[in-house]
């Protein structure tokens, strides 16, 4: 971390570690996409990167906008998780079909979630420090993440858990 005395630094600094989340994520997924069997979860996938880039090209905004240097902070958290989707999807993870898609779901929805609670809380400083434009745009990125995870969640219970229940 770098000098951090009030809370605008530490949101600054927030922004920054999400922004290299991201970025771990988005490769990560890059690996990972083209080894879902079922095709919802691809286009899923897919569409999720789009996403990320979007969120990561808000994050660089909103860093610009509080007059700070425009660049990423190594986050330690996400590498450990981008590491743990990569193995247990493609070193060590299930071949193929149903039960590789349900370890993919499993390890997207994982690093989703530590997103989430990334967005949530730098909307939260956002509003804390009165940056109101910020915190509705993170506010929507949060939106659009829990979105993306309930569509996943919805594929898993649907269709890959229960496909891959039946082999």
């Not at 660089?60 to 193995?87: F, P, R, S, Y």
Request: with cysteine.
């Amino acid at each position: 971390m770098s000098d951090i005395s009030n809370l605008s630094d530490l949101y600054i600094d927030e922004l920054k570690d999400l922004w290299s989340a991201n970025d771990q994520m988005a490769r990560a997924l890059k690996k990972i996409a083209p080894q879902a069997t079922n095709k919802k979860l691809k286009q899923m996938l897919e569409e999720s990167q789009k996403g990320i880039a979007d969120h990561t090209n808000l994050l660089k905004a909103l860093i610009a906008n509080q007059d700070d240097e425009v660049a990423k902070a190594h986050c330690k958290g996400m590498e450990g998780l981008t590491a743990e989707a990569i193995k247990h999807t493609i070193e060590d993870g299930p071949d193929k079909g149903p039960v590789l898609d349900a370890a993919i779901i499993a390890q997207y929805q994982r690093m989703t979630h530590y997103g989430l609670t990334g967005f949530g809380t730098v909307a939260a400083f956002s509003k804390a420090l009165k940056l109101d434009d910020d915190n509705r745009q993170l506010r929507e990125a949060v939106k659009a993440m829990y979105k993306s995870d309930e569509l996943m969640t919805e594929l898993a219970e649907a269709a890959v858990n229960k496909e891959a229940a039946d082999l």
